[in-house]
């Protein structure tokens, strides 16, 4: 069992405590771990109940960016889940290549039939996901296909929130606590524009540029051919003093950006469904 090395509050240990014993009576799970916090929570908490009766599935596709497949191969590591990769085809299907306003259910769908496939293969009894209470709120279409192929979403199911889940990887000592979210790279593009591999390694190049600066949370929106960065407005400053914005355009438009701008809105999480 992971120690807690910070203090919680009442009604957070309720809901951890809660979501533990949930977890202690199945008889064995199957996690869609993308390697975000909040699957990385449930996958630690499946583990940590179930031991080998507990397994990580992560679906590598290109709209996984590499460094973020990387910290889900060593986070799984550190916890010491047995974790699978397997190879999703959701740039295949027009229903997602196109891009329409329900892009993620085609994605999701792709997902689970592989997770659903291998676990009960594998003989894991049922696939749990890392879908949060604060993500009900949101347009998730994806969250329609995972209720659909069996999915169980335990931190929505215990009402755990999103600072829920920060504040408890914290308290249980989870390195990765305040890692940024990190939404899949296709969700750069406006509905309606296509997405294709070499879209997807335009973008995930352009912001693994940004990153190098010391800039840890950054979107690259890409319409046609231009590129715009959002960052946090804290850190404009030190946007504008760390990076040459000759080198900057240069280097991105190396990559087919035709045009780049900052967003001087700052970064907006799901600002494409505005």
């Known amino acids: 069992m992971f120690n807690q090395l910070e203090i919680l509050s009442d009604e957070q240990n309720v809901k951890l405590n809660a979501m533990r014993s949930y977890i202690k009576n199945l008889d064995s799970v199957c996690v869609a771990y993308s390697g975000g916090v909040d699957s990385t929570l449930v996958t630690s908490l499946a583990f940590e109940q ?5 397994i990580a599935i992560t679906g590598v596709s290109p709209a996984l960016a590499e460094t973020l497949l990387e910290e889900a191969r060593s986070q799984a590591k550190w916890i010491g889940v047995k974790h699978l990769e397997i190879e999703t085809s959701e740039l295949d299907q027009e229903s997602y290549s196109t891009n329409p306003k ?14 659903t496939y291998l676990s009960k293969k594998l003989n894991y009894k049922i696939v749990l996901d890392g879908v949060n209470l604060d993500d009900l709120g949101d347009y998730r279409p994806g969250i329609q296909a995972a209720k659909k192929a069996g999915v169980v979403s335990p931190l929505a199911q215990f009402n755990i929130t999103k600072k829920d889940i ?7 000592g989870f390195p ?8 899949c790279l ?4 406006p509905y309606g524009d296509e997405i294709t591999n070499k879209r997807l390694k335009m973008v995930e190049k352009a912001e693994e540029y940004i990153k190098k600066g010391g800039i840890s949370e950054v979107r690259v929106r890409c319409q046609g051919s231009t590129a715009r960065i959002e960052i946090p407005k ?5 946007f504008f003093k760390k990076y040459d914005f000759n080198e900057l355009v240069y280097y991105f438009s190396n990559l087919g950006f035709n045009c780049t701008s900052l967003d001087l809105e700052g970064l907006i999480s799901g600002k494409l469904n505005r």
Request: hydrophobic residues 30%; aromatic residues 12%.
């Open 50 to 54: 179930l031991g080998s009766k507990a």
């Open 102 to 115: 329900d892009r993620c259910f085609a994605c999701k769908k792709e997902l689970h039939k592989h997770t």
């Open 166 to 172: 920060r504040d408890i990887s914290k308290a249980l």
């Open 176 to 183: 990765w606590w305040d890692k940024p979210a990190q939404p």
């Open 186 to 189: 296709s969700s750069r593009f």
């Open 234 to 238: 804290d850190q404009f400053q030190k």
